[in-house]
């Protein structure tokens, strides 16, 4: 049998909840052919550990929380290559209970230990403020206050080192069709129903994509972007922040990003335009989430 253990993470807002767990072992050898597979449910008092049986040998073992329960179908996941194209869209993930996958190469009966981690990353805006004084807005309040992802990336490979994906939504501005396909829409959009002055407001409003490497913008390959849209004197402008410029490699799965923002000046009128961060328009703080605070999962035999 094998022992999966499940730790916390404490670098989020709220612990990552596990509702489903798979286990799919394969064979480590030339034909990499499922082994078995097996299914788990953690209840109330689940502590972090499972039993699962396969054949001797050496193995592969691939741990995934949190699919929903016909996927991936049987057919995609006979073989370790099959279900290295397996592919999870963002429309179907949650914040409270995101996808967490990982695997590991062991010889049944050993100890091993493999890290589980999520396929998205977490953007937080944690405060946000205005101060428009030396401007023709000084002491205005922004009003109607929405925020929001675009460009975003909504396809990712199962597999930790699986290809990225190329399936773009919200393309430019906030699409209500894309919205429409998501089970939570709240992970990409968010009504906040505040109006926003000089004092720091806390919001911790968070969202959820898939990893996005484009770090200069070409034809095929926007910039993933969070949108601070609300009003001023009844006109509508637009804080687009280019999230991809601002750590090296862009955006990657299982991190976190939380971000401050004090807005000096009218934004832009085009959601699609983004501010100019340099010109100290928004400051910001941005935090990433340590790989120690991945979920450590340990198996023996």
């Not at 094998?2 to 509702?19: E, H, M, V």
């Not at 971000?259 to 000046?265: A, E, F, G, N, V």
Request: proline share 5%; with cysteine; hydrophobic share 35%.
């Amino acid at each position: 049998h094998i022992i999966f253990n499940a730790g916390k993470s404490t670098s989020l807002s709220r612990d990552i909840g596990i509702d489903r767990i798979q286990v799919m072992v394969y064979n480590d050898d030339a034909f990499s052919n499922l082994d078995s597979r097996l299914f788990f449910t953690p209840g109330e008092e689940f502590d972090g550990k499972l039993c699962v049986s396969s054949g001797s040998g050496n193995k592969t073992f691939v741990v995934a929380c949190n699919l929903q329960e016909d996927f991936p179908r049987w057919e995609n996941l006979l073989s370790l290559n099959g279900l290295g194209k397996v592919r999870t869209k963002l429309e179907d993930e949650s914040l409270a209970t995101p996808v967490l996958t990982g695997y590991a190469r062991a010889e049944a009966g050993k100890e091993s230990r493999i890290e589980v981690k999520p396929l998205t990353a977490r953007i937080r805006l944690n405060r946000i403020c205005c101060d428009f004084r030396g401007t023709a807005y000084a002491l205005e309040q922004i009003h109607g206050l929405r925020v929001y992802l675009t460009n975003v990336n909504a396809d990712s490979p199962l597999l930790p080192d699986g290809p990225g994906g190329k399936r773009f939504i919200n393309n430019g501005a906030l699409n209500p069709l894309d919205l429409a396909a998501f089970r939570d829409r709240s992970i990409l959009c968010r009504e906040a129903g505040i109006d926003v002055g000089m004092d720091m407001v806390e919001t911790d409003m968070e969202f959820l994509c898939y990893s996005n490497p484009n770090t200069e913008e070409a034809f095929g390959c926007p910039l993933t972007r969070l949108v601070v849209e609300g009003s001023i004197l009844g006109k509508t402008w637009y804080w687009p922040i280019d999230l991809c410029k601002m750590v090296d490699g862009g955006i990657k799965p299982g991190e976190n990003y939380d971000i401050s923002l004090t807005i000096l000046r009218t934004g832009t009128e085009d959601p699609d335009l983004p501010v100019r961060l340099t010109e100290g328009e928004i400051e910001m703080e941005i935090t990433q989430w340590n790989e120690k605070e991945n979920y450590p999962v340990y198996f023996r035999n």
